[in-house]
């Protein structure tokens, strides 16, 4: 089983002192080593934002995708190596903004993909532009006197399509945050881990603070994550009022909704039944290519 250290790799993580990123890397590291995911079996796809810096953080075999474009190639790695799983490291800016389409569209596929989504509610690394997750009237630097908008519901979206898996993590919590990993990771279809991420240098609203006055675990509530309906009008749950005290929006954490036996994705495309690398001539002979050229 590798340990947790033998996913750090040499290079010192450059997020800001205190990000929430620190806790989702450190949830994911125990949440691999505990299942005893071995490095060979498995890759993760990064998208772009202070969260795909991670690609140089976390000590696996993967890559570091386009804006918004880690799911595509994400899908594509499960259809031509079945053998491995596939986790996808999201931003909402990311996955949810220039991303949407492709996020929607995977919810409908249902590949066996896990999608963990670092949803601080605000562009970071571009310091602090409205996101699609941002708060209605939440004033920001691209937006000073307020969001006009109303946010992106990652997780009813997620229901409305019908994902077999939707769960939402506080990255103040890691011990919650790596069994919620670990549930999604061995979960057979696709998996959102939408979580609440807090980004301490750009968004003094939805701080660690703010989430842990609000914050309460499903599972400590009796919820029963077989009733889609019910996940679907707990999504609705309102917090993104800013006016909204502790007392009278609080936030579910924990699993929504799941579904189990549904079919995937590549169980539907014959040609992923094996890896496409062993479908490939070992080793290609490209020389009547090459003579056909002149
Ligand atoms: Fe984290 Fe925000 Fe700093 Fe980015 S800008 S590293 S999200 S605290």
Redesign the pocket.
């Known amino acids: 089983m590798p340990a947790v250290k033998e996913f750090v790799t040499p290079l010192k993580p450059t997020?800001?002192p205190g990000?929430?990123?620190f806790g989702m890397w450190e949830a994911l590291k125990r949440a691999l080593s505990e299942l005893a995911w071995e490095k060979n079996e498995f890759s993760v796809v990064w998208g772009i934002g202070?969260h795909g810096n991670g690609a140089d953080f976390l000590d696996v075999q993967g890559m570091h995708a386009l804006h918004g474009r880690a799911i595509p190639p994400a899908t594509a790695l499960r259809l031509t190596r079945p053998d491995l799983k596939v986790v996808v490291e999201m931003g909402d800016g990311d996955g949810y903004g220039i991303g949407l389409g492709h996020f929607v569209h995977a919810l409908r596929r249902n590949p066996d993909l896990t999608i963990i989504a670092h949803d601080?509610q605000i562009y970071?690394?571009t310091t602090g532009q409205a996101s699609p997750t941002t708060d209605h009237l939440m004033p920001t630097v691209s937006t000073p006197t307020g969001v006009l908008e109303q946010p992106i519901n990652p997780i009813g979206l997620a229901l409305a399509e019908d994902a077999t898996f939707v769960a939402r993590g506080f990255a103040g919590d890691i011990p919650h945050l790596t069994e919620l990993y670990k549930q999604a990771l061995v979960h057979k279809g696709l998996a959102l881990v939408d979580v609440m991420q807090p980004?301490?240098?750009?968004n003094h609203l939805n701080t660690f603070q703010w989430f842990r006055e609000r914050v309460y675990k499903l599972e400590e509530s009796g919820w029963d994550t077989s009733d889609r309906s019910a996940a679907f009008d707990l999504s609705m749950t309102a917090f993104h009022d800013l006016t909204c005290t502790p007392e009278e929006c609080k936030i579910p954490i924990g699993v929504f909704y799941q579904r189990e036996g549904v079919p995937t994705y590549e169980d539907g495309v014959p040609a992923s039944a094996e890896p496409g690398y062993l479908r490939a001539e070992q080793p290609r002979d490209v020389s009547a290519i090459l003579a056909s050229l002149g």
């Not at 980004?199 to 750009?202: A, E, H, K, M």
């Open positions: 997020w800001c990000c929430g990123n202070c601080n970071g690394l980004c301490v240098t750009w």
